[in-house]
């Protein structure tokens, strides 16, 4: 077989080959290259390997939600007027024609009702931002329970966390624009807690007002802070989060081959890329069949904001639901202290309990960290059945926002189910304390009997269902040795350290500094890994495999089939040709 080389050189007999002529794209790029050096850099990038598993693909919905969230928004950004400026609305809405409104509100129900696929992107930009805030969340739930958060990639969930709680505020500082009469009045619930702040309540809410309640400026104020503030950082945030995760690696979920050197999987370029892009086009689908057969926030419905009136069974977008859930349940509790008025029934559930429950969040993995005493970079992701303390933590911590999510909707339920609301909220206030603790006792509890069980499939094998008689009269289930790469998943993991300490006193009986912290370190660890089960030793798998060996022995005349099991994969194999069910 002869190679035509005469596309990219001359040659003769007598003189050398020559290289053709660049093309003009190429003598560009080569400019460029010569100096940016782009192409020795981009290289090794595009080369990237990048594992392959469905649970990755939870970040890529909140990456790719955004992205909708920018295009929907700037086009939105042309027709909207962030104004409180009094108007009469003269669209084609007849019922709120000649009606007193801001210009929010009215450049709002222009774009819905007379701008060509104004309310498509009002609601695709909606709905986007639903799906954004949800994957988020959900993206964190995976990273927690898997043990992505450990080392090295500690900075990485702050920069997550920071991404959601940004997130939250950008949504409420988006449904807020509109200035009708929901939004208006959860600007007003706003004011509220803003006041409630002690001392310096009042003078923030008239900052930001800039004046009293509700003022002119609130709207172009929270413009500004949608479309310019909270979206630079998170642009920021997003480029930090890809670039270190570029930087550390992708993690990936352990398996033959894949060990905590390397990543098993696809290059950028061509594989991930078309897949990543055409996943992209599959959640913008999503959100425009969302956003073109799914009605969300009807400003229309609503009407203008006015600020004697209050919309019946108000409620804020779900992601602000848990808040409101808090502050409905809270008993009415103030103090006055030294002449100020402290509002502990807003202070609690808005002020102190959402800032502390992501600061517990953000110091999950160093927690974690200090009381393992784990230095070494992880790149292979844990099942969460052998991290029974953190999975049970997490299922907490779901636990107590469910709770609070439900108890915004208390009147909902109360009419839904024809409850006393009153009933519902005393049941409420007991079940975010007793909850919580119940779910990690059942989740840590789970978590281990599904760790013996996975010994149980190591030593013993899987249960064929094939019921064996001895001679004697005994019957016993047959079981079956599970794939060696079903054994090497399951034996992926490291055995868990309890740490110890030595002795909180020297030689001379005097007391070491910081013993007491070591004490407390050793106690929480032997309370996070006391109970946990083990893997098996290498001895007990030897021993496991002998004693297999033996009943093989034992059952070598039986290699026909069982009877009554002709459906079920068994009737035409020979014992040693047995499928491996569900492997």
Not at 76 to 91: A, K, N, Q
Not at 440 to 456: A, G
């Amino acid at each position: 077989m002869s190679l035509d080389t005469s596309k990219v050189a001359t040659s003769n007999g007598a003189t050398a080959a020559t290289a053709s002529k660049p093309s003009r794209i190429g003598g560009v790029a080569s400019w460029a290259d010569d100096r940016l050096g782009l192409a020795s850099a981009g290289k090794k990038q595009l080369r990237k390997v990048f594992p392959d598993h469905w649970s990755f693909m939870l970040g890529e919905i909140a990456l790719w939600s955004f992205v909708v969230l920018l295009l929907s928004g700037i086009f939105l950004t042309l027709w909207f007027t962030p104004s409180m400026g009094e108007v009469h609305y003269e669209g084609s809405y007849d019922q709120l024609r000649g009606i007193e409104m801001s210009e929010a509100m009215a450049s709002t129900l222009n774009i819905s009702f007379d701008v060509r696929g104004g309310l498509l992107m009002r609601q695709m930009h909606h709905w986007a931002a639903m799906l954004f805030v949800a994957s988020m969340m959900v993206h964190l739930l995976r990273v927690a329970f898997t043990g992505a958060f450990r080392k090295p990639r500690e900075i990485n969930w702050v920069i997550g966390c920071l991404l959601l709680l940004l997130g939250t505020l950008e949504g409420f500082t988006g449904y807020s624009l509109p200035d009708d009469l929901l939004s208006g009045t959860g600007v007003r619930a706003a004011d509220g807690f803003l006041k409630a702040t002690p001392v310096v309540g009042s003078y923030m809410s008239f900052f930001l007002f800039g004046g009293e309640f509700p003022g002119e400026a609130i709207i172009p104020r929270l413009y500004i802070i949608h479309v310019l503030l909270i979206p630079g950082l998170l642009l920021g945030l997003i480029a930090a989060h890809m670039l270190l995760l570029v930087y550390h690696k992708h993690t990936q979920w352990p398996g033959p081959g894949r060990t905590e050197e390397n990543v098993v999987g696809f290059p950028m370029l061509p594989v991930y890329a078309a897949k990543a892009g055409g996943f992209f086009f599959i959640v913008f689908g999503v959100t425009t069949i969302m956003g073109g057969l799914l009605s969300i926030n009807p400003v229309w419905k609503f009407g203008p904001y006015d600020p004697t009136k209050v919309t019946a069974g108000s409620q804020p977008d779900w992601y602000m639901g848990w808040p409101d859930g808090l502050l409905r349940i809270m008993p009415g509790w103030e103090s006055v202290i030294f002449g100020y008025t402290i509002s502990w029934n807003v202070m609690i559930p808005i002020l102190l309990v959402p800032p502390m429950m992501l600061t517990i969040l953000i110091l999950l993995p160093f927690i974690e960290g200090w009381i393992t005493g784990d230095k070494r970079e992880h790149h292979l992701l844990q099942r969460p059945r052998n991290a029974p303390t953190r999975t049970a933590v997490m299922v907490s911590l779901m636990t107590f926002y469910g709770l609070a999510w439900a108890a915004g909707g208390n009147d909902i339920i109360a009419i839904k189910f024809h409850a006393s609301i009153n009933h519902i909220t005393y049941f409420m206030r007991v079940a975010v304390f007793v909850g919580p603790a119940i779910a990690f006792f059942v989740t840590r509890r789970w978590c281990i009997s599904l760790q013996r069980h996975d010994n149980e499939k190591l030593l013993h094998g899987y249960e064929t269902g094939v019921i064996m008689r001895s001679p004697e009269g005994g019957y016993t289930e047959r079981h079956l040795p599970i794939s060696e790469a079903s054994a090497y998943t399951l034996t992926a993991r490291d055995r868990d350290e309890i740490y110890t300490v030595d002795g909180d006193t020297d030689a001379n009986g005097v007391v070491a500094p910081g013993s007491r912290i070591q004490a407390v370190r050793a106690a929480l660890s032997e309370k996070m890994f006391g109970h946990n089960v083990q893997k098996p030793t290498a001895e007990e798998l030897e021993e496991a495999h002998h004693h297999a060996e033996h009943e093989h022995a034992l059952e070598a005349g039986l290699d026909h089939p069982a009877d009554g099991h002709q459906f079920d994969g068994h009737s035409d194999h020979t014992v040693d040709e047995a499928p491996l069910r569900g492997h």
